[in-house]
């Protein structure tokens, strides 16, 4: 029950604000050094080092792809774009690639809806990817050479669901969402909170991790020989603790070799 409390919190504050954005019923949208922002899809050479997204409605595909040798993004809209609801970027210096969701400011298109498509070289190690979004499917696929950092928050959507060879750190904050991780390689560092979604979580059969599982009323399922140690299941002598906390929201732990 120790972070219920926190995670309820947390659920209301990304419902007003992230990544340096504001989002409200009215659709104010505003992020910092708007001025440096450049409109619409581009192709990214391989500076890229970070990608960081806040979006409001629509999917999210990141993929992974053999054929490229830049970073691609573009978005897909039922309706036609403009200047004010077409999506803004800026590289910075240090590498970080910003995608936003529409121009900053105060804006009237409160039921506007659009997908967003990020394409990466498979050869590109990032040091992070941080998505925030109000309601979408976040789907983040790919035969990678690593991401250090995964970061995401969402208030509403289905599914989010990471097939990754290798991310070390994750830290996944969500309401309703449906989260599903499937890594190839085990990682250092988990944090992933939920309050109505459930978890599905897999990695190597040789992983060697402890579960830390806070729940109201979800349930708990592991597929790997465990230890029982109050609220902690120790998995092959393991050291790293993983942290799962839901309010509603069941947990399942799977071998996927």
Known sequence: MRKIVSLILT???ISAL??????????????ENSDKYTMGSATIDGKVKKVDIGWCDGKIDIEYSFSIDNVVFYEKSATNTNETNTLYHWLED??????MFCKSGNHKFQDYKKDLTVIIPNYIELEEININSVTS????????????????????????DVTMNKIDSLNISVVSENV???????PED?????????????????SKFIVEYDTVSGGFDCDFANVKQGDRRIINNGEAV?????????LVVTSNS
Do not use: M, W
């Open 137 to 160: 499917d976040i789907s983040i696929k790919g035969e990678n050479n690593g991401v250090e950092l995964l970061q995401v928050r969402t208030v509403a959507g289905d599914n989010l």
């Open 190 to 206: 988990v944090n992933i909170d939920t309050v109505s979604g459930n978890i599905r979580f897999s990695v190597p059969s040789d």
């Open 94 to 99: 240090d590498g970080t690639l910003h995608i």
């Open 11 to 13: 659920v209301i504050i």
């Open 180 to 186: 599903d991780v499937k890594l190839a390689q085990t």
């Open 18 to 31: 992230f990544s340096g954005c504001v989002v409200s019923v009215e659709t104010n949208f505003e992020y």
């Open 242 to 250: 993983y942290k799962f906390n839901t309010v509603s929201g069941n």
